[in-house]
């Protein structure tokens, strides 16, 4: 069985920084891609940053430039680090990482269980 637990959201004003991660557990043979989706009230789950096993990542056109994601692969956890951020940055962040439980190399999603973050003056 495969668990990730979400660390580090919480209540900050505009233009403050949060630091997020995602660490899994369980029966894990490998792990390729991670990364952090939110959703908002009322509105569907996006992605907001993935980062592949060797790295290369992809950012929401909203976070560029403000957000960073990176990946621990030896403890199978996946950071996202907030800058400057905005009221519009609010939502509940969920991880996602493609873990494979078995040598065949199949992968399959799994989620974390969700973190608030909520940003306001």
């Known amino acids: 069985q495969v668990k990730l637990v979400e660390s580090g959201g919480g209540l900050v004003q505009p233009g403050g920084s949060l630091s997020l991660s995602c660490a899994a557990s369980?029966?894990?043979?490998?792990?390729?891609?991670m990364g952090w989706y939110r959703q908002a009230p009322g509105k569907e789950r996006d992605v907001v940053a993935t980062i592949t096993p060797g790295g290369s990542t992809f950012y929401t056109e909203s976070v560029k430039g403000r957000f960073a994601i990176t990946r621990d692969n030896a403890k199978k956890t996946v950071y996202l680090q907030m800058n400057s951020l905005k009221p519009e940055d609010t939502a509940v962040y969920y991880c996602?990482?493609?873990?494979?439980?078995?040598?065949?190399?199949?992968?399959?999603?799994?989620w974390g269980q969700g973190t608030q973050v909520t940003v306001s003056s």
């Open positions: 369980g029966s894990i043979f490998s792990v390729r891609s």
């Open positions: 996602r990482q493609w873990i494979s439980t078995v040598p065949s190399g199949s992968y399959s999603p799994h």
